[in-house]
């Protein structure tokens, strides 16, 4: 949870407060309730029916339990899809597009495959294997030409031993929407993030992994105001610091 985005939830008479993952790929707000048994490990006592005065049952036929999303031809095995996918069509490295990166490696295929999210509910961003290596490869060959030691950390691919004089050889990242004017940019303290290690020190570590599909994630989204228009199916955003949404506090 280090880097995603928490909402607090206020619920029943005493006011019972429960931190919920932010998570833009569904509209399904839920938490865990007894009896279930819990999958999720959370700080706060599960949700208690019994004990709440205004709980009730929602009939499956009510208005709140249709489908929110465009049905799937009759015979699939999914009933659903998402729509909420981005038209993601290239990367690039300081200034420098990656030729190596085409716009099919970020297709959409029917049944779930393939595609670009942007999820705050996904700490660190995923980008289809394919490409994830056309981005790491240029990285560590201009950080190994200056004598930077790589080091292997649990969960990450790229990762260097942390210097003085590395800072001066970092990159900032940009993705390519369909719009040329999409593009929003990743800066280094974004793209890389530091693993500190009992037995080799302080870590640098490229904050994507690959995957089989593309997730940009909360880490790279931080200093970006995103808007969701539902209504028409489009994503805006802008560079914002997030200082501005912040008060002082007395």
Not at 223 to 245: G, H, I, M, N, W
């Amino acid at each position: 949870m280090a880097f995603s985005v928490v909402v607090g939830l206020g619920s029943g008479t005493g006011r019972h407060d429960y931190n919920l993952k932010l998570n833009a790929l569904g509209s399904l707000m839920w938490l865990q309730c007894k009896p279930c048994n819990a999958k999720q490990p959370q700080c706060a006592p599960m949700f208690e029916p019994k004990a709440s005065s205004t709980f009730q049952q929602v009939a499956g036929t009510s208005q709140i339990c249709h489908l929110p999303y465009p049905m799937e031809p009759a015979g699939s095995s999914a009933p659903y899809t998402y729509p909420y996918y981005v038209s993601l069509m290239g990367i690039s490295l300081d200034a420098n597009r990656l030729t190596g990166i085409r716009q099919e490696m970020f297709a959409w295929r029917r049944g779930g495959q393939g595609g670009c999210m942007v999820d705050p509910g996904t700490p660190l961003t995923v980008l289809v294997r394919e490409a994830y290596h056309v981005v790491e490869e240029p990285m560590w060959g201009d950080l190994q030409r200056n004598r930077t030691e790589r080091m292997q950390r649990q969960g990450y691919g790229l990762c260097v031993r942390k210097t003085t004089e590395i800072k001066w050889h970092l990159w900032y990242l940009s993705f390519h929407f369909t719009e040329e004017k999409a593009r929003p940019v990743v800066m280094p303290e974004q793209l890389f993030t530091m693993v500190e290690g009992k037995l080799h020190g302080a870590t640098l570590c490229l904050a994507m992994s690959p995957g089989e599909w593309t997730v940009i994630g909360a880490l790279q989204q931080v200093d970006t105001r995103f808007v969701y228009d539902l209504k028409d199916a489009k994503l805006s955003f802008v560079s914002e610091p997030c200082s501005q949404d912040t008060a002082g506090v007395d």
